[in-house]
């Protein structure tokens, strides 16, 4: 791709297999690629980069999920791409399915943020830290809808987003969701 600062030529359109196209930068100048969207879908050439854009698209819903469950006042958008680029690792380097590595996340980085809230929350009520929480936390609404070949199995294996049961154990994203849209 190439950027013409001061054209000669008003140039715009195809000529060839030459774009040419402004931009505020300048006219540029690039070839055009043999690949349409119909090939890309359909050839088996391009099978390992449909994997890897599904895999990208799973992460980058799991990187939004998880940030938006952080506190708006502590939210920073490099957060973003570092859940997203963690994401991606997860689900491809250890083979972990949606569900198991939006748990892991949540539990890594979102579950300090509703503890703390609960303590604070204690302490302004004067309760006294061993008596534990006395309120349910709400579960955190990802809105993420997985596909059928992200499926677990063993429905315990799925959680919801942090929630308490009485004896004061965690048991983080029981049944988010998973299951055709």
């Known amino acids: 791709m190439a950027i013409i600062r001061k054209p000669l030529l008003p140039l715009k359109g195809r000529y060839g297999g030459v774009v040419f196209y402004r931009l505020p930068c300048g006219l540029i100048c690039r070839f055009l690629t043999p690949h349409t969207r119909k090939r890309i879908r359909r050839d088996p050439k391009f099978a390992e980069f449909r994997k890897c854009s599904k895999r990208m698209s799973k992460a980058s819903k799991i990187g939004s999920a998880v940030y938006k469950a ?6 920073q958008f490099w957060m973003y791409r570092a859940f997203v680029g963690e994401a991606l690792k997860m689900l491809k380097e250890e083979g972990m399915t949606g569900e198991q590595v ?76 998973a299951g055709p849209p």
Do not use: H
């Open 102 to 177: 939006l748990a892991s996340l949540f539990r890594t980085y979102v579950e300090v943020w509703y503890i703390k809230a609960e303590l604070k929350a204690a302490e302004q009520r004067g309760a006294a830290r061993s008596a534990g929480p006395t309120k349910r936390r709400k579960a955190v609404k990802s809105n993420i809808r997985w596909k059928q070949y992200n499926r677990v199995s063993d429905p315990e294996a799925i959680v919801q987003a942090n929630t308490f049961d009485k004896s004061g154990n965690y048991y983080l994203f029981r049944s988010c969701g």
């Open 70 to 75: 952080l506190p708006e006042d502590f939210r």
